[in-house]
């Protein structure tokens, strides 16, 4: 075969190879091979020493002509590799797609919802309090004296400059009496804090909610009334209240309240100890003393305890969410653990 036939057949192969490249490394070989400095073409440009003279003419620009062949066949290609190409692995479109995953609010946050929704549809607002306080909004001005047990270190959590970090939200009671005048319907949730030992029913700090109605000829038929819907509507249309005497320092006449067992309808079981009832919070008509209190920081007599009267309570939110989603240790409310939080 003479040089001019072999450059022909270099030409064909070449454009063949060009065209089955697939990608622009396998074009990038397909280039070495024909251009490249040790390429087909060298070798056969090599070879012109063993033409006759007259026929160098032709050989030499046949090579030219296979040469610029192939270079502008080589940039097609490029270009088509380039666009047609797609950049990494196809997507597999039979995989499972990727699930956003909705959050809900904590369960605490659920628990003081449902309660707050209870009370506001009966008509009391929510009102809000510090949680760093004083003295006189914590103990003095609900009518805790001086030497009160509650007053110990070992139950309030005092920081400096005469602050202390509020241990009930009865504080809130004092907070929005100083604000509005009579009538007052308001419940408040909120943290508090008390140097307690941690363990499966006690956190240094937690979640009470206060109610306070203060009005004429308000008693505490009115008190047992609220209170005995928002236990129907929070536990179950058939669940039943009693109200223990109690003493708490703001209130006069005081109650605890118990509902009838959530988990044997007061048959008697392990949770209710075998008695059939469950406290839930603390409860009384408001002491006249608290109202003097307030009068005397207002510096009217708006809250005259002749003409007003009212009721408050206090219950712990965390205890009512223990109970009602079935939580046996406090301490999972505060640990941010998904595993638990994602099951309310
Ligand atoms: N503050 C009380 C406590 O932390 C709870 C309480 C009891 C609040 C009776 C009240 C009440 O408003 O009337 O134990």
Redo the contacts with the bound molecule.
Sequence with gaps: MSLLDDFVAALEQGKEAISAAATSDALEKVRVEYLGRSGKLRDLMARIKEVAKEEKGAVGQKMNEVKDALTGLLENRTGELASSAPSGPLPDPTLPGITQRRGTRHPLTQTVDRIAAIFERLGFSIADGPEVEDEFHNFDALNIPENHPARDSFDTFFLSNDKILR????TV?IRVMEKIAPPVRIIAPGR?YRPDTVDATHFYGFS?L???AVGEDITFADLKGTLGVFAREMFGKDTATRFRPHF?P??EP?AEMDVSCIFCQGQGCKVCKRSGWIEI????MVDPNVFLAVNKKRGTDDYDPEKYSGF???LGIERIAMLTLGVDDIRRFFENDLRFLRQF
Aim: proline share 0%; aromatic share 14%.
């Design positions: 241990s009930q939200t009865s009671q508090v009470q206060e109610g306070l708490f703001f209130t005081s919070l603390g409860c009384g408050a309570f206090g």
